[in-house]
Each structure stands twice: as structure tokens, then as C-alpha cells.
């Protein structure tokens, strides 16, 4: 029995086969499938403007690329996310552009309509470090399974575990102390 999920495998692994094959029309395909996910990752990682919509642009180059040259790349989705996640790393390391999260809403409970909880939740997400806050917004806000966010950034499932719970409880201490002070 076939599922939805293992209809797109198979159709990643045709699309990838007809563009190595030079099929420009399937490259198209996979880019519709795919364009938005990755496009979500790049902003909640860099922030809305020039550095992630390059970020994303340079992502579906180099697959179009790795496809053409015959790279045989089974999991589409997860070599996009890998190489956005390698190259928004890239890009912070460089400080080509300043970190901006964006218009990011507390995804832990109701969406956030106070533009100064906003900002208060955007300062408080810059406080927690890096690797847990990007594994929070992977789970979060778009919806990757730990086993997904594992092999998007390459650590253990257990590893991407930690990091939640460490963000959560970062975010929750913050939100109790500001809490505390009104």
C-alpha cells in the first residue's frame, strides 16, 4: 500500500531522474513543491529581505545544479532544507546581513496580537542560543518533525530533543520573569 508520502518520494526520485535528463519542466515541479518550505526556512532564519530570498535562490540553484551534473539525491526535501540550513549558516558567519527574526508569533500558545509582546518575544528568542532557537522554530512554527529537523541540521534526533526542550525552558523562564515585572 502506497501513501502520500511515499507517492512523493517516488515522484521526487522520477522529477530528479527527467531533470538529470534535462527536463526543465520537472525541475519546475519539484521547485513548486518545495518553494514555499524553504522559503519559511530561510526568512525565520534570517529574517525577511535580501539575505534569505538569495539564500533561497542560491538552495535551488545548486540542486538544479547537482541534479544536472548527476548527483543522485533520494530525499529532495531534505537536501533542500540541508543545504538552506548550510547556507543560512553561512551567511550569519559572513555578516554579510544583521540577524532579523522577523514577524515571528509565540507558536507555544495563541498567536500573539500586542505588537509590544512582539517585540518582547522577538527580544527574548535573540536570547536564546542559536542552535535551540533554530530547532524551536523548525518545530514550531513550521511543523518539522524531530526525525525531520534531525536530518535538516545533521545532529541525532536526540540532540534536536534537547534543544527544544532547552529553548522552551529558556522561553518559559523569560516569560515568567517578564511576567513577574507587570
Known amino acids: 500500500m502506497t501513501t502520500p508520502e ?6 521526487d526520485r522520477e522529477l530528479a531522474l527527467r531533470v538529470r535528463n534535462g ?11 518545495y518553494k514555499q518550505g524553504v522559503y519559511l526556512y530561510c526568512t525565520r532564519f534570517l529574517g525577511h529581505g535580501p539575505a534569505a530570498e538569495d539564500t533561497f535562490q542560491e538552495v ?13 539525491i533520494t530525499n529532495i526535501r531534505g537536501y533542500l532544507l540541508s543545504t538552506a540550513h548550510n547556507r543560512c549558516l ?27 509582546d512582539k517585540q518582547t518575544l522577538q527580544e527574548m528568542l535573540q536570547h536564546i542560543p542559536h542552535e535551540n532557537r533554530e530547532a524551536l522554530l523548525l518545530c514550531e512554527y513550521q511543523g518539522y518533525s524531530y526525525d525531520e529537523i534531525a536530518e535538516i541540521i545533521s ?18 523562564l523569560m516569560l515568567e520573569a517578564n511576567n513577574a515585572k507587570t
Open 60 to 72: 535551488f540553484l545548486k540542486c538544479f545544479e547537482q541534479l544536472r551534473q548527476g548527483k543522485d
Open 6 to 11: 511515499n507517492e512523493t518520494a517516488l515522484d
Open 155 to 172: 545532529v541525532p534526533v536526540s540532540t534536536v530533543r534537547k534543544r527544544i526542550f532547552r529553548a522552551r525552558r529558556k522561553l518559559r
Open 23 to 33: 527536463e526543465c519542466v520537472a525541475f519546475e515541479k519539484l521547485y513548486l513543491r
Open 90 to 116: 553561512n551567511c550569519l558567519r559572513d555578516q554579510k546581513h544583521p540577524v532579523r527574526l522577523g514577524d515571528i508569533e509565540d507558536g507555544l500558545a495563541a498567536p500573539v496580537e500586542n505588537s509590544d
